[in-house]
Each structure stands twice: as C-alpha cells, then as structure tokens.
Nanobody, 119 residues
C-alpha cells in the first residue's frame, strides 16, 4: 500500500518562505504525476503545482514565479519550495500521486499539512 506523508508546514510571515516535503512509501515511479493541491477554509481544493515523471511541470497562475515543485526520485520525495508567501496562500496543502488511467485517473492523497501566512 503506497502512502504519502507531508511535512514542512507551519506559520510564517508574509514575504517569507517554507518548503513542503512529501515522502512516498513504495515506488514513486508508479505515479505518472506528483503534485501539490491546497484547500482554504470554505473553498474547494485547488491545484498548486504538478510534475510528471517525464519532468513536465505545471503551476497555478497564482503561484507562478513564487513556488517551485521538484521530484527527488532517489529519495522518493516531492518538494514544494514556496517563496514570497502571501496571506492568500494560507491553506491545508495536500500531496497527490496520480496514475493515469481510463476512464478516470487514480489519485492518492496525503493527510495534509497546514500552512498559515500572517500579514
């Protein structure tokens, strides 16, 4: 059974930085894509950034230029470097592993880690 465990959340002032990590137990190569999503109170979960096994990355417009996703395949870890944080970035951040499939992809989720940005 594959598990995804996030770490690195916390409280930071606006303009500061945090780095989130997602440790994947099992074979990370079984996932076609790894990503980070977030959910703020009263809002739907939204995509933050994804990285495919082929190295292609995708970012939400709201985080482009501030956040960087990276995969460390040797350590089965996915990281999200977050710089220039804003209060609007406050949310629970979830690690996602996705296996492309038809008719629908298979998603695996971590338990989430809280990020709070104070103004």
């Amino acid at each position: 059974q594959v598990q995804l465990v996030e770490s690195g959340g916390g409280l930071v002032q606006a303009g500061g930085s945090l780095r989130l990590s997602c440790a994947v137990s099992g074979n990370m190569f079984s996932f076609n894509a790894m990503g980070w999503y977030r959910q703020a109170p009263g809002k739907q979960r939204e995509l933050v950034a994804t990285a495919t096994s082929g190295g292609r990355t995708n970012y939400a417009d709201s985080v482009k230029g501030r956040f960087t996703i990276s995969r460390d395949n040797a350590k089965s870890t996915v990281r999200l470097q977050m710089n220039s944080l804003k209060p609007d970035d406050t949310a629970v951040y979830y690690c996602n592993g996705r296996i492309f499939s038809y008719p629908s992809d298979n998603d695996f989720w971590g338990q989430g880690t809280q990020v709070t940005v104070s103004s």
